[in-house]
């Protein structure tokens, strides 16, 4: 099953069909083995597309599994536990949700409208797809308005996060001065991440100790929503999850429409007419992209990584901001060898194999081109689009990439990397 894709190279693809076969568990799929052995929230949704071009009942089935673990408020957690292992750490014991199926007590960002609207119309079994779609609808409902609701009480049109690792950016520079006001846990444990991948493509050990005072401070505070909107020290307005929660929140729409769903969409409307107008407050015409915002000191957060240019992706920019972002992505291409790293190089926390701090992740890349291309800027979303066929060309399908020489970092054999490449790098850009 080896392609000729329009960049005249080869990409893998029944390595990669290969590669969601191995992480499959039996209705969901692990990111990789070892350092991530249970189900992630937006690795699934990712992942989704992936089976889709192999097995569409499974496709479906990786969304309802997720969904099985969605809290009564609605939430969809980042973790669903399914089956104890000790390779990882924090578990649920640390977490302190076991109600029904263990899980982590945060979100991700809610990816899953979009790609379940990309698996409707991408489908061939129609009328299958049409009765998950039913069943699927009243929850996804569920879970953008529990955004909106205790993410958003105010109604200020820009939901918060709670947690680096809600924004599935965790160890971002964008977070450094707000995660550096959160105290530390003054208990020690074992990390299990060090065991599987080389420090120096790891957060560090500080970050680490405040991103479990905060697993604590929920739990301690018995996941109260007030309790913890009104005292949590860590309260970001994400511009990654706005943006993505603004696009998933237009294809739920959508799917309503399609379904005849007509049930709580009025709200929703209104929600997404307010985030179009709030956006506008985290536009930095200097930087030429949006900026997330620290809630607690009001600060910008001045970094330039992928998540300020996610606005393409959730359709929230003007046309001039759309020109703007464009052009600094343009140029952001030129810096790098490979594109495009999650942090601006010329930042002065950029790290080429530190995570978040630098390396290249193929998801965002997708998320950056759809972003290009609707805004009628074709040839940006085939740079992105080549960049990525080349980091896969010369590492395989690794979690992250060296911007610099497209080394491979992380776990390999990682599930929505292969996801990516089957769904998007499968079709020429
Ligand atoms: C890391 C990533 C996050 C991802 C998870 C599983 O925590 O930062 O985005 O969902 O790993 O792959």
């Given at each position: 099953?080896?392609?000729?894709?329009?960049?005249?190279?080869l990409?893998?693809?029944?390595?990669a069909?290969?590669?969601?076969?191995?992480?499959?568990?039996?209705?969901?799929t692990?990111p990789t083995?070892?350092?991530y052995?249970?189900?992630?929230?937006?690795?699934?949704?990712?992942?989704?597309?992936?089976?889709l071009?192999?097995?569409?009942?499974?496709?479906?089935?990786?969304?309802e599994?997720m969904?099985?673990g969605?809290w009564?408020?609605?939430?969809?957690?980042?973790i669903?536990?399914?089956?104890?292992?000790?390779?990882?750490?924090?578990?649920p014991?640390?977490?302190?949700?076991?109600?029904?199926i263990?899980?982590?007590?945060i979100?991700?960002?809610?990816?899953?409208?979009?790609?379940?609207?990309?698996?409707y119309?991408?489908?061939?079994?129609?009328s299958?797809?049409?009765?998950?779609?039913?069943?699927?609808?009243?929850?996804l409902?569920?879970y953008?308005?529990?955004?909106y609701?205790?993410?958003?009480?105010?109604n200020?049109?820009?939901?918060?996060?709670?947690?680096?690792?809600?924004?599935?950016?965790?160890?971002?520079?964008?977070?450094?001065d707000?995660l550096a006001?959160?105290?530390?846990?003054?208990w020690?444990?074992h990390?299990?991440?060090?065991?599987?991948?080389d420090s120096?493509?790891?957060?560090?050990?500080?970050?680490?100790?405040?991103?479990?005072?905060?697993?604590?401070?929920?739990k301690r505070?018995?996941?109260?929503?007030?309790?913890?909107?009104?005292?949590?020290?860590?309260k970001?307005?994400?511009?990654g999850?706005?943006?993505i929660?603004?696009?998933?929140?237009?294809?739920?729409?959508?799917?309503?429409?399609?379904?005849?769903?007509?049930?709580?969409?009025?709200?929703?409307q209104?929600?997404l007419?307010r985030?179009?107008?709030?956006?506008?407050s985290?536009?930095?015409?200097?930087?030429?992209c949006?900026?997330?915002?620290?809630?607690?000191?009001?600060d910008?957060?001045?970094?330039?990584?992928?998540?300020?240019?996610?606005?393409l992706?959730g359709?929230?920019?003007?046309?001039?901001q759309?020109?703007?972002?464009?052009?600094?992505?343009?140029?952001?291409?030129?810096?790098t060898?490979?594109?495009i790293?999650?942090?601006?190089?010329?930042?002065?926390?950029y790290?080429?194999?530190?995570?978040?701090?630098g390396?290249?992740?193929?998801?965002?890349?997708?998320?950056?081109?759809t972003?290009?291309?609707?805004?009628?800027?074709?040839?940006i979303e085939?740079?992105?689009?080549?960049?990525s066929?080349?980091?896969?060309?010369?590492?395989?399908?690794?979690?992250?990439?060296?911007?610099?020489?497209g080394?491979?970092?992380?776990?390999?054999n990682?599930?929505?990397?292969?996801?990516?490449?089957?769904?998007?790098l499968?079709?020429?850009?």
């Amino acid at each position: 099953m080896k392609h000729q894709n329009n960049d005249d190279e080869l990409i893998d693809f029944s390595l990669a069909a290969a590669i969601l076969c191995q992480n499959d568990r039996g209705g969901y799929t692990i990111p990789t083995d070892g350092l991530y052995p249970f189900q992630w929230s937006w690795d699934s949704a990712i992942t989704a597309l992936g089976w889709l071009r192999i097995d569409e009942k499974r496709a479906w089935q990786e969304v309802e599994t997720m969904f099985r673990g969605q809290w009564d408020n609605g939430m969809v957690p980042h973790i669903l536990f399914h089956k104890d292992a000790e390779s990882y750490f924090p578990g649920p014991d640390v977490w302190g949700s076991t109600d029904g199926i263990p899980s982590s007590t945060i979100s991700q960002p809610p990816v899953w409208a979009t790609t379940i609207r990309v698996m409707y119309e991408s489908c061939r079994d129609r009328s299958f797809a049409k009765k998950k779609l039913q069943q699927l609808l009243p929850k996804l409902i569920a879970y953008h308005k529990w955004w909106y609701r205790e993410r958003d009480p105010a109604n200020t049109g820009l939901v918060c996060s709670y947690h680096p690792w809600e924004s599935g950016m965790d160890n971002s520079p964008a977070w450094d001065d707000p995660l550096a006001a959160v105290p530390e846990v003054d208990w020690s444990y074992h990390r299990r991440d060090l065991g599987h991948v080389d420090s120096e493509q790891r957060p560090h050990k500080p970050e680490y100790d405040r991103y479990l005072y905060l697993v604590d401070f929920y739990k301690r505070n018995k996941f109260d929503s007030d309790r913890i909107h009104a005292n949590c020290p860590y309260k970001v307005a994400d511009i990654g999850i706005i943006s993505i929660l603004q696009r998933a929140g237009n294809d739920l729409l959508d799917l309503c429409q399609i379904a005849s769903h007509m049930d709580g969409v009025e709200e929703l409307q209104d929600e997404l007419d307010r985030t179009s107008v709030a956006i506008n407050s985290l536009w930095s015409a200097d930087s030429r992209c949006f900026l997330s915002r620290d809630l607690i000191t009001g600060d910008s957060l001045d970094q330039i990584t992928t998540a300020t240019v996610l606005p393409l992706f959730g359709g929230l920019g003007s046309d001039i901001q759309a020109e703007a972002m464009i052009g600094l992505i343009d140029e952001w291409l030129d810096a790098t060898n490979f594109g495009i790293s999650s942090t601006h190089p010329d930042s002065n926390r950029y790290e080429a194999q530190r995570y978040w701090r630098g390396p290249v992740w193929l998801h965002i890349n997708w998320m950056i081109a759809t972003g290009a291309s609707d805004y009628g800027y074709p040839a940006i979303e085939q740079r992105i689009h080549t960049t990525s066929v080349d980091c896969i060309k010369a590492a395989g399908f690794w979690e992250y990439f060296d911007a610099s020489n497209g080394n491979g970092c992380g776990g390999d054999n990682f599930s929505w990397t292969a996801a990516i490449a089957l769904h998007w790098l499968n079709t020429p850009a």
